[in-house]
């Protein structure tokens, strides 16, 4: 089974930054597709950014150059760093393992998800 536990999240102002955490088990970080998702209050829940087995990245266009996805192999952790951060980007956040080798934003490609956390920003 497995199993995804997002760090806790936070609140900053804007230009602030804040790095979150999801630790995996059941399953190799080294082999999975992952991605992190994140959905406002009255919104969807939409892609932010995937990672691939072998590191290559996808992003979604508002956090390009200043969100990073990236995965720690020897602690089975996956890692998003955010810069910059805006009061857009408030939501709560969860990562999540694709049910397939895709290195997608889409919801519907991903089977297994963290319970999500809260991201604040103040304008």
């Known amino acids: 089974q497995v199993h995804l536990v997002e760090s806790e999240g936070g609140s900053v102002q804007a230009g602030g930054s804040l790095r979150l955490s999801c630790a995996m088990s059941?399953?190799?970080?080294?082999?999975?597709?992952m991605g992190w998702f994140r959905q406002a209050p009255g919104k969807e829940r939409e892609g932010v950014a995937a990672?691939?087995?072998?590191?290559?990245?996808r992003y979604e266009e508002s956090v390009k150059g200043r969100f990073t996805i990236s995965k720690d192999y020897g602690k089975n952790f996956l890692f998003l760093q955010m810069n910059s951060l805006q009061p857009d980007d408030s939501a709560t956040y969860y990562c999540?393992?694709?049910?397939?080798?895709?290195?997608?934003?889409?919801?519907?490609?991903?089977?297994?998800w963290g319970q999500g956390t809260q991201v604040t920003v103040s304008s």
């Open positions: 990672i691939a087995a072998d590191g290559l990245t």
């Open positions: 059941g399953y190799t970080i080294t082999n999975a597709y």
């Open positions: 999540a393992v694709a049910e397939r080798r895709s290195l997608s934003l889409s919801i519907s490609d991903y089977i297994y």
